[in-house]
């Protein structure tokens, strides 16, 4: 559980980050982000997904 919170912990930081120190960035990612299709979009979540679960096995390995 202590592993869960911290992992939630950091996507708090790296998404205030975000917002702080770039948000015109943001605004433009999210203006462009309903032309992006839908399958591009799921395929970058799975990867996403797959990356930090091996990141996770290989850290906690």
Do not use: C, N
């Amino acid at each position: 559980m202590t592993d869960f919170l911290l992992g939630i912990a950091f996507f708090l930081i790296i998404e205030g980050l975000v917002y702080a120190l770039a948000p015109l960035l943001l605004v433009e990612m999210a203006k462009r982000l309903p032309h992006i299709p839908e399958q591009q979009l799921r395929l970058f979540g799975l990867v996403s997904v797959a990356f930090g679960v091996g990141l996770v096995w290989i850290i906690r390995g």
